[in-house]
């Protein structure tokens, strides 16, 4: 008796290097061979343009902070999200890439649109709402970070699974204190899946055991 085919994860990496691409996806690679995924990356974004392996892809990775995609390449991941291909990854490399394209950022459903200059102790919470949703179930309730606080704009189609809030203290814009906004995201986009974690400055964001929980079951939640 044969068994099922391996599903196949596409990891494209790359962009503003402060992101640590390569070392920030390597810490998913084994995790993504242990469920199953048989895992294909590169460092080019012309890997969006091959319509027949976007078909099979199950998965992609994105790890791409800032950039330029060109229109071709984002009307191809686009049509394979929409084909069933699941979009995942976190902080600016997936809300913080091609700024210049909003066909993307209406795929995403969000966009980064600051941090303060500092590292900021804050926490991201989880909507008590949503706090059944699979990908954050059982996590604590509160997730306590010291790293790049982002505020992002997110669209009305993103199931915003939990939240962070600026301190009204010295160091945040005063333009942002007391704002809350989106961290975690998921959302579909016709028969694709796709997860978005504003975490992850650093590897030791993801590192964090709570962090690297609600990351692994994002990229499992938005694959085929």
Do not use: N
């Not at 895992?39 to 343009?49: G, H, I, P, Q």
């Not at 392996?53 to 199950?58: L, Q, V």
């Not at 790293?147 to 915003?160: K, R």
């Not at 975690?184 to 709570?210: M, N, Q, Y």
Request: proline residues 6%; aromatic residues 8%; charged residues 20%.
């Amino acid at each position: 008796m044969s068994s099922a085919p391996a599903r196949r994860a596409l990891v494209v990496r790359g962009g503003w290097e402060g992101h640590v691409p390569v070392q920030a996806t390597d810490l998913f690679l084994p995790f993504l061979r242990e469920q199953g995924f048989r895992v294909t990356v590169s460092d080019t974004l012309d890997a969006y343009l091959d319509a027949v392996a976007m078909a099979a892809t199950d998965l992609v990775v994105q790890c791409w902070t800032m950039g330029e995609i060109t229109r071709e390449q984002s009307a191809s991941l686009g049509a394979a999200v929409a084909a069933g291909t699941g979009l995942a990854g976190w902080h600016g490399g997936i809300c913080d890439a091609f700024r210049a394209d909003p066909a993307y950022q209406w795929l995403t459903g969000g966009q980064f649109v600051m941090h303060p200059p500092e590292f900021v102790r804050h926490t991201v919470d989880i909507v008590p709402e949503r706090a059944a949703h699979p990908v954050v179930a059982g996590l604590p309730a509160a997730i306590p970070l010291h790293t790049e606080q982002y505020l992002v704009h997110t669209g009305p189609e993103a199931d915003v699974l939990a939240t962070t809030t600026f301190a009204d203290a010295d160091g945040i814009p005063e333009s942002a204190r007391g704002v809350t906004s989106a961290a975690v995201w998921t959302r579909t986009w016709g028969l694709g899946r796709v997860f978005v974690s504003a975490i992850g400055h650093k590897i030791e964001d993801l590192e964090d055991p709570a962090v690297r929980e609600l990351t692994r079951r994002g990229l499992l939640w938005a694959a085929r």
